[in-house]
């Protein structure tokens, strides 16, 4: 009987079912890890683009939707901070002590925006009114650091913010840097990104600062899609010949021994 025939019958039907579904299963992995990979590659071209564009002067007349696409682009502007409207990032740490991020506004001067701008790391006793006062600057300052773009949700596994509470006015303590939330809740005008300050040789103390490590690599998509079309062909094409011999040992007629009996006769004789 053809080999067609036999994956036919309800013995192997289940089987052959479960291995082609294996089969699409290990392809479609596959093709998620070249996606990953153009992702990455797009991400990459973007960001190594922005980098080594010119720096951008927020002061200056800018394009409000060109921004987001702008992120990790270094960018200068002058202005007042604004430390009324000033919110905090939880579960930030550096060098093993948790703290938390201080973003502030920046009124930029000249124009009717404000900009919220991550001046750096504080400890977590430091993050409460008036202790946190000893960071603020007064007076105008110029920033310089990099464009950030802002979060509405927290990623895979992180506590979202919460909603406010009664008679609260807006939270001062936040997972993400949610522009839209915090725009509306402050009553600010701000631009669609937030600035992270750059470090500066003539600021040692706190609050730290810091810029993000940027990675620009394929990662391992290409490794891994490969790995997973390897195993499809292996499963799909090893299948068939693993019937084809269990169908073959299947058909094989055993050798039968005819058991040897004693002659009792002769051996009468003999005694």
């Known amino acids: 009987m053809a080999m067609g025939k036999q994956l036919l019958k309800p013995r192997w039907l289940l089987t052959t079912l479960l291995v082609i579904a294996g089969v699409v299963v290990l392809i479609r992995l596959g093709i998620w890890q070249l996606e990953r990979l153009a992702w990455r590659q797009e991400f990459n071209a973007r960001v190594s683009a922005q980098l080594a564009a010119p720096v951008l002067d927020l002061n200056a007349e800018v394009a409000l939707d060109d921004l987001f696409d702008m992120e990790y682009r270094s960018v200068?502007?002058?202005?007042?901070?604004?430390?009324?409207?000033?919110?905090?990032?939880?579960?930030?740490?550096?060098?093993?002590?948790?703290?938390?991020?201080?973003?502030?506004?920046?009124?930029?001067?000249?124009?009717?925006?404000?900009?919220?701008?991550?001046?750096?790391?504080?400890?977590?006793a430091d993050g409460q009114l008036p202790a946190r006062a000893r960071y603020e600057q007064p007076?105008?300052?110029?920033?310089?650091?990099?464009?950030?773009?802002?979060?509405?949700?927290?990623?895979?596994?992180?506590?979202?913010?919460?909603?406010?509470?009664?008679?609260q006015a807006r939270l001062e303590v936040w997972t993400v840097v949610n522009l839209k939330r915090m725009g509306v809740e402050s009553g600010l005008n701000l631009l669609p990104v937030w600035v992270q300050q750059a470090p500066d040789a003539a600021h040692t103390g706190l609050p730290y600062r810091a810029l993000p490590e940027i990675e620009i690599t394929e990662g391992p998509h290409f490794g891994y899609a490969l790995q997973w079309f390897v195993f499809a062909a292996i499963l799909g094409l090893g299948y068939p010949f693993f019937v084809s011999r269990q169908l073959a040992a299947k058909h094989e007629k055993p050798i039968e021994f005819e058991p040897i009996q004693a002659d009792s006769s002769r051996s009468m004789e003999d005694t």
């Open 139 to 167: 007076g105008p300052v110029i920033v310089r650091g990099m464009i950030r773009r802002p979060q509405e949700k927290p990623d895979f596994g992180g506590v979202p913010d919460p909603t406010l509470t009664p008679g």
């Open 76 to 124: 200068v502007t002058s202005g007042t901070y604004d430390f009324t409207k000033e919110v905090l990032l939880r579960n930030q740490v550096w060098d093993g002590q948790l703290g938390y991020r201080v973003l502030t506004p920046l009124q930029i001067s000249g124009t009717s925006w404000l900009v919220y701008v991550d001046r750096g790391w504080i400890p977590y």
